[in-house]
Nanobody
Framework: VQFEESGGGLVEPGGSLRLSCAAS????????LGWYRQAPGNQRELVAT???????TYADFVKGRFTVSSDNAKSTVWLQMNRLKPEDTAVYYC???????????????WGQGTQVTVSS
């Protein structure tokens, strides 16, 4: 499974960023796509996920500020992040569940991560 993540960077508090991730290597469509994040000294935590039926799940700390969207046919997921705060600073990891030729059951996979830094 390969992930192409992009969109991270440095932004001032109150600013916006849009993360993008294209996953490949899955057999059929991915079951769920989304994003996790990990700040230094913290555990990796869920940010948002979107299922094939477009049902979404958001962490409380991003509700109303972040929006997750996807194109299931292309196994692509986006995360629009608005009103960013310094505490949003973290490495953001693309997330996908699905089947591959070597692992035919539904399993979880994470990308290599993209750094988001919110600072003035």
């Amino acid at each position: 499974v390969q992930f192409e993540e992009s969109g991270g960077g440095l932004v001032e508090p109150g600013g916006s960023l849009r993360l993008s991730c294209a996953a490949s290597g899955f057999v059929l469509n991915t079951a769920t796509l989304g994003w996790y994040r990990q700040a230094p000294g913290n555990q990796r935590e869920l940010v948002a996920t979107i299922a094939m039926d477009k049902r979404t799940t958001y962490a409380d700390f991003v509700k109303g500020r972040f929006t997750v969207s996807s194109d299931n046919a292309k196994s692509t997921v986006w995360l629009q992040m608005n009103r960013l705060k310094p505490e949003d600073t973290a490495v953001y990891y693309c997330y996908a569940t699905g089947r591959t030729r070597t692992v035919p059951r539904v399993a979880e996979y994470w990308g290599q991560g993209t750094q988001v830094t919110v600072s003035s």
